[in-house]
């Protein structure tokens, strides 16, 4: 039987499984770009990506949990996610294409504040000033980095913004099911329903790798997709969200690291300054979230 997994108060494991967490997810998006940079089409490597995926994630639940896994209390809703998951991935990864890792991650990071707009809009949720002001803030912090009135701007900008768009509500969605849904459920729909619909796509762009590092990396970024994941769901079991949210900014690091080691290409001032804003913004929102969590877990309940 699929069951929901009680938290434990390990708040070390999780930071260092957050860590790795993100850069998988690092892991993913360069080896999507050096796919694609080789020859690969989008639709094959978006493919190859969640395939990847699906397959571990069956040969990891099923024997434990049965086909108990398969079967979704939230079947609508789990498809709706599946399809921002998707959405968000494919549109990153044909803006990958053409943009620098550090601008694509610099964009992803304003996640918090778009997430707390669609929150309100679509939870009902309630946001002081103070959260509007960081929001606004964080998105000065994506003008800088997209730079609109630059002649280097490039029109690829505004599939990354979609890629922002879509994981912001695959996240909204993602809190809806929570408590509801296993993760074993979440992560075998999510990457099979996306393997799904691409399969007729790929069929038409299929297109073997001619190096031996190209097998390689079309075998392991299935795997960085599926370890991500996993580690990032381990994480929240092990330590509250509110602890893990910064961790994710280092993926800017990651990022950079990535792009000079593989791609050599150096962030730009202006990503750098723009990532740093939008970060500060982050981080803002998320200190007043744990503030106000805090403080509504200390208010004695009326009785």
Request: aromatic share 8%; net charge positive.
């Amino acid at each position: 039987m699929s069951v929901l997994k009680p938290k434990e108060d390990r708040p070390g494991l999780g930071l260092l499984l957050m860590a790795m967490a993100v850069l998988g997810f690092t892991c993913i998006d360069t080896s999507a770009k050096w796919l694609m940079l080789s020859g690969l089409a989008v639709v094959q490597v978006v493919f190859l990506r969640y395939l990847g995926h699906f397959i571990l994630s069956l040969v990891v639940f099923l024997p434990t949990e049965g086909a108990e896994a398969l079967r979704s209390k939230s079947p609508k809703l789990q498809m709706a996610r599946s399809a921002c998951l998707l959405g968000s991935t494919a549109l990153n990864f044909v803006a990958l294409q053409f943009l620098p890792i550090t601008v694509t991650t610099a964009i992803m990071f304003s996640m918090p504040v778009t997430v707390t707009v669609l929150s309100v809009l679509l939870l009902g949720e309630t946001v002081g000033l103070r959260r509007v002001l960081a929001v606004l803030v964080g998105f000065c912090g994506v003008l800088v980095v997209v730079q609109p009135w630059g002649v280097d701007f490039h029109p690829a900008i505004f599939l990354s913004l979609g890629a922002l768009c879509c994981a912001s509500l695959y996240f909204v969605m993602t809190r809806m099911l929570a408590g509801k849904e296993s993760n074993a459920t979440s992560q075998i729909w999510s990457s099979g329903l996306a393997a799904l619909c691409m399969l007729p796509l790929v069929i038409h762009h299929w297109q073997w790798p001619d190096s031996t590092v190209g097998w390689v990396v079309m075998g392991l970024i299935g795997t960085f997709g599926f370890g991500a994941h996993a580690a990032a769901t381990v994480a929240h079991r092990l330590a509250d969200a509110s602890l893990l949210a910064p961790m994710n900014y280092l993926q800017l690091i990651s990022a950079s690291a990535a792009g000079v080691l593989v791609f050599g290409t150096w962030p730009t001032m202006w990503t750098l300054a723009g990532a740093l804003i939008i970060v500060g913004s982050g981080l803002y929102i998320w200190r007043r979230e744990r503030r106000l969590g805090r403080e509504a877990r200390q208010t004695p309940p009326v009785r």
